[in-house]
Structure formats: structure tokens, C-alpha cells
């Protein structure tokens, strides 16, 4: 380039008033102004309600869970069934004994006896409850015997029921057992002939298989169950 452009001149004595050369402008970024008056998040949300009852419950039902598990009456005659009740005892006519019974009592307990504390009206009406569902118990049973008596049939019960299971369970563990002996036995003896007899069968005359079948027999523990192998049993499970 020998000359200067013609413009050149031009520029230098009259500059312009801005950068011709493109910028990034500067980013502003939107400031929210922090109003003085702070709006409580929970104004129209309504205040948790709390009953002098809801901590003796959460303690009795943690102690007991599997009274939850019991059915409750729901129904009530007028809505006013509880005004009726009488908590100087815990027994009240015509109402079930349940775990609601106990936090009744311990509330009466606690708002009507001078100088008791929580624990003491917690463990007096425990004392009371376990009391009354013991004599419940025993009228259950005794009803149960006189109807027995009488010809009434009632069926198996839940311990029946539990060990007839048990001793399924076991009886089919004791013929899986004898089948891992007899296994081995097998694999013992091929492993010093040479020869795996696949198709080899042992008798329940063996005198080896009866030594098996007595120690396996011994070490078994018999709780509630039938231990002693018979002559019948022997040949089934074969």
C-alpha cells in the first residue's frame, strides 16, 4: 500500500463519536426488590390439632402393635357413647376391652388422682388391662371345653395346624437327606473303583444304609416331631 486511503485523513482530524467495532453489551441482570413485609407461608393453612390422648396412644400401641390387629367396633348409638362411660374402672358395660380402654383409663388416672404421674397411671392401667383380658381368655377356654363336652367340634387349632406343617416340612427334608447319603455313599465307592455305577441301588438291608439311617436319625432334633424311623417309614422312603 504506497498511499493512504482517502478517507484516512478524514477520520483522523474528525474521529466519531463511537466505536464502530461491535461489542457484547454488557448484561444486566434484573435485581427483585426485597418487599419489608414478609407473608407468613402457613396464613391459611389450619393449625395441627393435638388431643391430651394422642401421646398416651403412640406409647400404648408402640408396647402392644398387635393390638391394632384386633377388629373394633365402630358403630356407636347416639355419638354420645362415650359420655356414658364411667373410667374409674377400666371394665365398661357393653364396650370391648381394647387398647382405646387403657388410654381412657390412664387419662382418668392422670385427671382425677392427686400427685400421679404418667408412668404410674400407664403401668396401673396396664396392670388392670392385663388383668381383664386374662379372665377373658380363660372363659374363652373353658366355654370352649363345655361345648366339647357336649359334642361340639371345633376342628384343628392354630398349633395343630403349625405342627402338621412342621412335620411335613421335616419329613420331606429327612427324605431329601437320605437321597445326599446314598449319593455319597455312591461317589465314595466309585472313587475307589473306578467305576461309577450310576443305576446302583441300596437296599434297605444294607447294613451300611441302616448305620446311615440311625445316625441321621440321632443328630436330627425332635421338637414336637416324631424321630423314631419305623419299619413302614424306612421302606417309603426308599
Same mark, same amino acid.
Given at each position: 500500500?504506497?498511499?493512504?486511503?482517502?478517507?484516512?485523513?478524514?477520520?483522523?482530524?474528525?474521529?466519531?463519536?463511537?466505536?464502530?467495532?461491535?461489542?457484547?453489551?454488557?448484561?444486566?441482570?434484573?435485581?427483585?426488590?426485597?418487599?419489608?413485609?414478609?407473608?407468613?407461608?402457613?396464613?391459611?393453612?389450619?393449625?395441627?390439632?393435638?388431643?391430651?390422648?394422642?401421646?398416651?396412644?403412640?406409647?400404648?400401641?408402640?408396647?402392644?402393635?398387635?393390638?391394632?390387629?384386633?377388629?373394633?367396633? @365402630?358403630?356407636?348409638?347416639?355419638?354420645?357413647?362415650?359420655?356414658?362411660?364411667?373410667?374409674?374402672?377400666?371394665?365398661?358395660?357393653?364396650?370391648?376391652?381394647?387398647?382405646? !380402654?387403657?388410654?381412657?383409663?390412664?387419662?382418668?388416672?392422670?385427671?382425677?388422682?392427686?400427685?400421679?404421674?404418667?408412668?404410674?397411671?400407664?403401668?396401673?392401667?396396664?396392670?388392670?388391662?392385663?388383668?381383664?383380658?386374662?379372665?377373658?381368655?380363660?372363659?374363652?377356654?373353658?366355654?370352649?371345653?363345655?361345648?366339647?363336652?357336649?359334642?361340639?367340634?371345633?376342628?384343628? !387349632?392354630?398349633?395343630?395346624?403349625?405342627?402338621? @406343617?412342621?412335620?411335613?416340612?421335616?419329613?420331606?427334608?429327612?427324605?431329601?437327606?437320605?437321597?445326599?447319603?446314598?449319593?455319597?455313599?455312591?461317589?465314595?465307592?466309585?472313587?475307589?473303583?473306578?467305576?461309577?455305577?450310576?443305576?446302583?441301588?441300596? !437296599?434297605?438291608?444294607?447294613?451300611?444304609?441302616?448305620?446311615?439311617?440311625?445316625? @441321621?436319625?440321632?443328630?436330627?432334633?425332635?421338637?414336637?416331631?416324631?424321630?423314631?424311623?419305623?419299619?413302614?417309614?424306612?421302606?417309603?422312603?426308599?
Amino acid at each position: 500500500m504506497h498511499s493512504a486511503p482517502p478517507w484516512y485523513n478524514i477520520i483522523s482530524n474528525v474521529p466519531p463519536a463511537q466505536t464502530l467495532v461491535r461489542t457484547q453489551p454488557i448484561q444486566h441482570h434484573e435485581q427483585r426488590k426485597r418487599s419489608k413485609t414478609r407473608k407468613p407461608s402457613k396464613m391459611f393453612q389450619p393449625q395441627t390439632i393435638v388431643y391430651e390422648e394422642d401421646a398416651l396412644r403412640k406409647e400404648f400401641f408402640g408396647d402392644h402393635p398387635w393390638e391394632l390387629a384386633r377388629p373394633r367396633v @365402630l358403630l356407636e348409638n347416639d355419638g354420645k357413647d362415650g359420655q356414658n362411660d364411667d373410667w374409674s374402672k377400666i371394665g365398661q358395660p357393653g364396650r370391648i376391652l381394647d387398647g382405646e !380402654s387403657v388410654v381412657q383409663r390412664q387419662l382418668w388416672l392422670l385427671n382425677n388422682v392427686r400427685d400421679m404421674t404418667t408412668a404410674k397411671a400407664y403401668d396401673q392401667a396396664r396392670q388392670e388391662f392385663y388383668a381383664l383380658r386374662h379372665e377373658e381368655d380363660v372363659e374363652r377356654r373353658i366355654a370352649k371345653e363345655e361345648a366339647q363336652a357336649t359334642g361340639a367340634y371345633f376342628g384343628k !387349632s392354630m398349633l395343630e395346624i403349625s405342627m402338621e @406343617l412342621e412335620n411335613k416340612v421335616y419329613e420331606n427334608w429327612k427324605q431329601w437327606a437320605l437321597k445326599e447319603v446314598i449319593t455319597m455313599e455312591q461317589t465314595r465307592d466309585a472313587a475307589y473303583t473306578g467305576l461309577e455305577n450310576e443305576s446302583a441301588t441300596v !437296599s434297605k438291608d444294607n447294613p451300611e444304609f441302616e448305620a446311615q439311617l440311625d445316625s @441321621l436319625d440321632q443328630e436330627i432334633p425332635a421338637q414336637g416331631q416324631v424321630a423314631q424311623r419305623t419299619s413302614s417309614s424306612a421302606s417309603d422312603l426308599i
